[in-house]
C-alpha cells in the first residue's frame, strides 16, 4: 500500500494505435491525435459513461474521477480510481494503546478498498503513435489495468462516435453497387517503460537464463492461416547464448542492445523476452521491445523517481485530481 507521505512516479511511453474488426487488416495510420481521442473521452465522461466493472466472484470497478487538459503544459492530466472488493477488511490499531483501540473496517461483499493514481499523458498536434506518459505508482492499479481501462474506453468511445470511425477500406475494395466498402476502427493502447540503471546493472552483473524472441505477426509463418489456425498467438524462438560472444561485445546488456539492432530488427520480431540470475541468484524476466529497448507493459525495472514533501498527509484514494501531486510529477516531464 502506498505510503502517505511520498509517491512513486514511473517513466513511461503510450503507444497508441489504430485497429479494426475487419480481418486480414493491419497497420493502419491514427485518424486522430491524442488530444481529439481525449476529448471525446471528456464527452464520454460527461455522459456517464466510463465506468468499468472487471470479475464476478470478487469485482472490481474503474471509472475516471477526474481529467482535464492543462494548456500550460500541454498535458492530460488523468484521475483513474478503482474499487477492489477482493482486499481483506483493513485493522487498525493505536501504537501503544489498550485493546480497545483496535478496530476492524467490515464491509459487506458490495463494497470496496478504493484507491487512485493520477496519469500524465503529454499531448500532441501531430498524428503520433508514442506519446509520454507519467504514472503514480498504485499496487492496486497497476499499469497493465489502466491500459486493460483505457481500450475498453477508446471502444466505448468508437461505439459513441461510430462514423467518426469509420474510413475507406485500405484496398479500396467496392460493394455489389460499386459504393466504396468501409471498415469500423478503434484505438487500442499499451505502455512501454523507460529502462532504470537498476536494470542495466542487474543484468551486466547477473547470469542469463535463457533469450527468447517473440512475434505475434503470425502471417509470416509459411503456410498461417488466420481463419483456419484460430488456436495460434505468438511464435516464440530460442536464442543461443555464447559467453565468448557476451565477453566480446562488453557484457550482458550491451550483447542484448546489439543483439535487438541486429538479428531481432532483420527478422522483424516484436519482442524480446530475457530471463536471468542477478548477483543475488534472485530471478528476473523482462519483455524488451526490439524498436525501441523499452520494457513492455512492466513496471519491474521501470525508471522511477519518487516525490515527497507533501504539506498534507496523502490517502490511497482522493475523488478529485490533487495538484500537489500534479505538481511535482510536472517537475520531470
Known amino acids: ?7 512513486n512516479i514511473l517513466f513511461l511511453d503510450l503507444n497508441l494505435y489504430t485497429k479494426t474488426y ?11 491525435t491524442l488530444d481529439k481521442l481525449m476529448k471525446k473521452v471528456v464527452a464520454l465522461r460527461e455522459k456517464n459513461k466510463v465506468n468499468v466493472e472487471l470479475g464476478t466472484k470478487e469485482p472490481k470497478e474503474l471509472y475516471i474521477s477526474d481529467m482535464k487538459y492543462d494548456k500550460n503544459t500541454a498535458t492530460w492530466q488523468l484521475l483513474i480510481n478503482i474499487v477492489d472488493t477482493s482486499l481483506a477488511d483493513e485493522v487498525h490499531r493505536k501504537i501503544g494503546g489498550a485493546a480497545s483501540t483496535r478496530k476492524v473496517n467490515s464491509k ?7 484507491f487512485s ?8 498536434k501531430k498524428k503520433s ?3 509520454l506518459a507519467l504514472y503514480e505508482q498504485t499496487p492496486n492499479l497497476p499499469v497493465k489495468l489502466i491500459a486493460r481501462y483505457l481500450n475498453e474506453m477508446f471502444k466505448r468511445v468508437s461505439r459513441e462516435y461510430e ?29 512501454n517503460g523507460y529502462v532504470s ?51 566480446k561485445a562488453g557484457g550482458n546488456h550491451s550483447w542484448l542492445s546489439n543483439f535487438r539492432r541486429g538479428v531481432a530488427k532483420d527478422l522483424g520480431m516484436q519482442e524480446l523476452k530475457v530471463s536471468f540470475k542477478d548477483e543475488t541468484d534472485a530471478s528476473h524476466t523482462a519483455n524488451i521491445d526490439v524498436d525501441t529497448g523499452m520494457l513492455v507493459n512492466s513496471e519491474k ?6 516525490i515527497s514533501g507533501f504539506s498534507e498527509p496523502l490517502t490511497t484514494s482522493v475523488d478529485l485530481i490533487y495538484n500537489p501531486i500534479i505538481k511535482k510529477m510536472l517537475e520531470h516531464l
Open 22 to 32: 475487419t480481418p486480414h487488416i493491419t497497420g493502419l495510420p491514427n485518424q486522430f
Open 163 to 191: 462514423d467518426e470511425f469509420k474510413i475507406k477500406h485500405p484496398q479500396n475494395i467496392c460493394d455489389s453497387t460499386g459504393k466504396p466498402k468501409t471498415i469500423n476502427t478503434y484505438f487500442k493502447c499499451h505502455f
Open 197 to 247: 540503471d537498476q536494470f542495466k546493472s542487474d543484468l551486466d552483473n547477473g547470469i542469463y537464463k535463457d533469450v527468447k524472441l517473440i512475434t505475434g505477426e503470425l502471417k509470416k509463418i509459411e503456410g498461417y492461416d488466420v481463419q483456419k489456425h484460430t488456436d495460434l498467438k505468438e511464435i516464440h524462438i530460442p536464442v543461443k547464448i555464447d559467453k565468448a560472444e557476451l565477453s
Open 117 to 124: 493514481s493520477h496519469v500524465i499523458f503529454k499531448g500532441s
Open 1 to 7: 500500500m502506498a505510503k502517505k507521505n511520498e509517491r
Open 301 to 306: 525495472y521501470v525508471k522511477k523517481v519518487k
Open 108 to 114: 459487506t461483499d458490495d463494497v470496496g478498498t478504493e
Open 129 to 131: 503513435t508514442v506519446y
